[in-house]
């Protein structure tokens, strides 16, 4: 069964420093998303990608954040200089049809900024 | 905009016993719903969605939920649950009309199915 993956599984980096998730949605999936969870709250979205544009950004995907799809499989989060509060479970979804709604998601990737 | 509750962030229960999450939503304008599900050390798998029709929908392994419009609700049930069940559940919403079907998210619900 395809399925979305996501690396690396647990990233840690230090606060100031740069970094990039990345992930590989499901082969013929046209639309991609961001989520994020900080430990104890909610799920929330960061940003929606189709047609290698940014369809929707919530008000957390400010300047320092910014996603790619460099080489038609591989769809990555870039945060440029990290902070403390952007230590969170990050999670890439994709999905194949905005009418059927439904998103698969990757197994995350832990980031721990010190 | 829209909000999720989810009125217990943890429900242990025994096996084989009946289950209610419960799953409340505030939203100006009509909402896909959906339950996701999360193992141990695994990422969010869908577990159910309602889009239209009936309002009382499925999954495969037993579960059921019940959109009800008057109570803005969604709450995932199931009659007799399994160890195997013990997961992190959580509620979502999209906006019908939007042109991105991002999902607002509850904050989850532990469920504990103890021997």
């Known amino acids: 069964e395809p399925e979305v993956t996501q690396t690396p599984s647990h990233q840690v980096t230090q606060m100031g420093q740069e970094v990039i998730l990345r992930c590989v949605p499901i082969s013929n999936h046209l639309y991609f998303y961001w989520y994020r969870q900080i430990l104890g709250q909610k799920v929330e979205f960061l940003v929606s990608f189709y047609n290698n544009e940014i369809s929707e950004k919530s008000e957390i995907f400010d300047d320092q954040f910014s996603v790619e799809r460099p080489d038609g499989s591989n769809f990555t989060l870039k945060i440029r200089s990290t902070k403390l509060e952007d230590s969170a479970m990050y999670f890439c979804?994709?999905?194949?049809?905005?009418?059927?709604?439904?998103?698969?998601f990757g197994p995350g990737t832990r980031l721990t900024v010190t | 905009a829209q909000s999720v509750t989810q009125l217990d962030s943890q429900v242990p229960v025994f096996e084989e016993a009946p289950v209610e999450l419960r799953c409340n939503y505030s939203?100006?304008?009509?909402?896909?719903l959906f339950w996701y599900v999360q193992y141990p050390n695994q990422g969010l798998q869908l577990l159910l969605k309602y889009l239209s029709g009936s309002t009382l929908v499925e999954s495969i392994n037993g579960f059921e939920a019940e959109f009800n419009k008057s109570q803005t609700s969604f709450h995932l049930r199931k009659p007799s649950v399994h160890i195997s069940d013990t997961a992190e559940y959580f509620c979502?919403?999209?906006?019908?009309?939007?042109?991105?079907?991002?999902?607002?998210w509850g904050l989850g619900t532990s469920l504990g199915v103890n021997p």
């Open positions: 979804a994709s999905s194949d049809s905005r009418q059927v709604d439904e998103q698969y």
């Open positions: 979502a919403v999209s906006d019908r009309a939007g042109n991105n079907r991002k999902l607002i």
């Open positions: 939203s100006s304008v009509s909402v896909y």
